[in-house]
């Protein structure tokens, strides 16, 4: 996800829905407290584009591509949440809410210092609540890196790196790192001071 500013406000999920989906703010939800979502980096938005675009051609018809502006609903108990995954496909032909998703076969975040905590904690626990998901991503914004947790082999990691192909097997798409980072220039001089080089 883009960088989250922790801003602490209180709201029921009407008030935030209401708020939210008429565009006048934007929002993560987790049980009442809201998160002001900020900027992300240029590395992030090129990352999760590529990405969005890659999925766009290759998933199954029926299935819908979301990239960043579409929240995804976590709902157990007495447990709500409402998400921005950077990248999400969803298979579920019943799942017609206009401004959110209840459903997902595959999520992917992109990392960066301010929510890689989150991403891989948070996160990655209320995903794996959603029945209908199969598999669950990290990109490294700064790095040709991807961690990949498949609910078949109950999330073990998966690591990924520039030259390694690999399957996303909800959407039936195999391919190499390399090119969810086209376009990526790592030797850079106006990259993040935390930047490394791709390995």
């Known amino acids: 996800m883009s960088q989250t500013a922790r801003k602490f406000t209180h709201v029921s999920a009407a008030e935030y829905l209401a708020a939210e989906n008429d565009g006048s703010w934007r929002h993560e939800f987790v049980n009442g407290v ?9 590395w992030h938005n090129l990352i999760r584009s590529r990405l969005a675009a890659t ?6 018809q029926g299935c819908r591509v979301f990239s960043a502006e579409m929240k995804l609903l976590i709902r157990d108990n007495n447990d709500e949440r409402y998400y921005y995954p950077d990248v999400f496909v969803s298979c ?3 799942d017609r ?10 999520a992917v975040e992109v990392l960066s210092p301010s929510t890689e905590r989150i991403d891989r904690t948070e996160k990655f626990e209320a995903y ?3 029945p209908s998901l199969v598999e669950y991503g990290l990109l490294t914004q700064d ?5 990949l947790f498949r609910r078949r082999t109950d999330w073990q990691r998966e690591f990924y790196q520039r030259d ?8 039936g798409l195999t391919i ?16 993040p001071a935390t930047a490394g080089h791709a390995t």
Do not use: W
Request: hydrophobic share 40%; aromatic share 8%; proline share 5%.
């Open 55 to 60: 999925l766009l051609g290759h998933a199954a």
């Open 176 to 191: 190499n790192v390399s090119q969810l980072y086209r376009d990526i220039d790592f030797e850079d001089p106006t990259l």
């Open 164 to 171: 390694n192909t690999v399957t996303f097997e909800s959407v």
């Open 143 to 147: 790095a040709m890196e991807l961690e």
């Open 97 to 106: 809410e206009p401004y959110s998703c209840s459903t997902a076969v595959l």
């Open 92 to 94: 579920d032909p019943n």
């Open 34 to 42: 809201v998160f002001a979502m900020a900027g992300a980096s240029r």
């Open 128 to 130: 794996k609540r959603i």
